[in-house]
């Protein structure tokens, strides 16, 4: 069998895996729309124009609404979109799978991604089982930044090079010889996480990586309307002076959290840089079937 | 000067002094994050690596490079001589600097040197060069497979893999590139 043909079974089997332990998690695969008439308002995510439309950058926004709508476990795999998006670890089109569960937070979506990551190893009986079977690695933003660089997280983001040390300094050392869950992020990063009730200074955000490869990113999403309108405020405010398209609010979706959501838990898993982390390649192409276009 | 988004692999840029040439690239993005530049580096003076991150507002100076015709004359033992076609002056470049290059010197070549601020840097060669075996094994009689290659030592004492059925004696042209067999010439 030819290198391609194996990464086409490698793909195959990881799709399978996934929709096999959520389904038997009491998870339902919903379908929400690829093209969407306003794309998810965020600092540095842009999105690819489809006709007077877009093309979605992430299922989340939609999803929400349904665990909103009543729907208590959900989850997607489907195609993204992001403009200008392109290196070793990046495609402008990429793979993503999201899940959401209502009544749940960070926390229990951790729980909930490490019997997954369990299952798809050792269902695909990878090597890399024993590695995904460890105990991972808990590390807040601030130690993290604490141990591996000479600032604190807080001053990063006020600097600036919150980002720019993430890569340079931090990343090559998150995942090594088992998997590292990057936990609470200085909430000027929260994105659309809420706040720790327990640390008005930090968001309930976690980031995975393996071998220094960032995989997913969860949340103890936002459900307070109110904060999250102002948080896309911000971010449109963000947009406009960095010189980027601003996209309008999200009316049907601060509605939906106007009428009252259940606190939720929920997560966006690359999916492409999964089957990177278990067909051992460092390169997105090597998963692709067409990687040049 | 350039922008982060000019970098790309094989770009010659300045840091701190020094000139440098991106020999890897990659673009990379933290989630929810600013878009990055990795890249691996290489002095392009002491042949030394680093890795460095530069964000999207970097600005990246370009090295003071010019690139000379000239034509090589001889070589004193130590170092080889060669002479810029406009000016005449000469220039004297260390075998280290060469490398495997000093097999492929034949006099009157025409080749390029590039400089930093007046420091050579790297020599490029014509393309090919023309060549006298010295030695190599009889091959066989009627041999005329092209697949199969042998040993065969050049003037300079540098061994480069013939067909069988190339002699001593026999002209060959070598691809300096590579510093392998191109074809040959004429027969000795």
């Not at chain 1, 794309?39 to 992430?58: F, K, N």
């Amino acid at each position: 069998m030819s290198v391609r043909a194996e990464s086409l079974q490698l793909r195959a089997s990881v799709y399978r895996e996934i929709r096999g332990y959520l389904d038997s998690q009491g998870f339902c695969e919903v379908s929400t729309p690829v093209r969407v008439r306003i794309p998810a308002l965020e600092d540095t995510i842009d999105a690819i124009p489809a006709g007077s439309w877009w093309l979605r950058t992430s299922p989340e926004l939609h999803m929400k609404r349904l665990i909103q709508a009543g729907a208590e476990r959900i989850y997607q795999l489907g195609p993204c979109f992001r403009a200008g998006e392109h290196g070793r670890r990046h495609r402008s089109e990429f793979c993503m799978l999201e899940f959401y569960e209502g009544n749940a937070d960070y926390r229990d979506i951790l729980r909930r991604t490490q019997g997954l990551f369990r299952h798809v190893s050792r269902a695909l009986a990878v090597t890399e089982a024993a590695f995904w079977g460890s105990e991972w690695e808990v590390l807040t933003v601030e130690e993290a930044f604490r141990r591996y660089t000479h600032i604190s997280a807080v001053q990063a983001v006020e600097q600036g090079d919150f980002d720019y040390l993430l890569v340079d300094r931090i990343e090559r050392h998150l995942g090594v010889g088992r998997p590292t869950v990057l936990i609470d992020y200085p909430t000027k990063l929260a994105a659309l996480a809420r706040r720790s009730p327990q640390n008005p200074e930090v968001a309930e955000r976690w980031e995975l990586y393996a071998n220094g490869l960032e995989l997913a990113n969860a949340y103890s999403e936002l459900v307070d309307a109110g904060e999250q309108r102002a948080r896309f405020e911000e971010s449109a405010s963000t947009r406009a002076h960095a010189g980027h398209e601003v996209y309008p609010l999200d009316e049907a979706f601060l509605g939906a959290l106007e009428a009252g959501m259940p606190p939720t838990g929920g997560i966006a898993i690359g999916v492409d840089r999964l089957i990177m982390a278990m067909g051992k390649t460092d390169n997105i192409a090597d998963t692709l079937a067409f990687p040049r276009e | 000067m350039y922008n982060s988004s000019d970098l790309r692999k094989g770009l010659k840029v300045e840091i701190d002094g020094q000139p440098w040439q991106i020999v890897e690239f990659d673009f990379c993005k933290p989630g929810k994050g600013l878009a990055l530049y990795r890249t691996k580096l290489k002095n392009m003076i002491t042949g030394n690596t680093m890795e460095r991150t530069f964000r999207p507002n970097d600005r990246h100076a370009k090295p003071q490079l010019e690139e000379r015709d000239q034509t090589y004359l001889y070589s004193t033992g130590e170092e080889y001589v060669f002479s810029d076609n406009s000016t005449f002056e000469e220039t004297y470049i260390s075998g280290d600097l060469l490398g495997d290059q000093v097999h492929f010197l034949v006099e009157n070549a025409a080749c390029k040197i590039l400089y930093y601020n007046d420091l050579p840097l790297e020599v490029t060669l014509p393309i090919f060069i023309d060549k006298t075996i010295q030695y190599t094994e009889p091959g066989a009689k009627g041999d005329t497979a092209t697949n199969t290659l042998k040993p065969a030592a050049l003037d300079s004492g540098y061994e480069v893999q013939v067909p069988l059925w190339i002699n001593e004696g026999d002209v060959i042209k070598i691809d300096t590139r590579t510093g392998e067999y191109s074809e040959r010439v004429r027969k000795g």
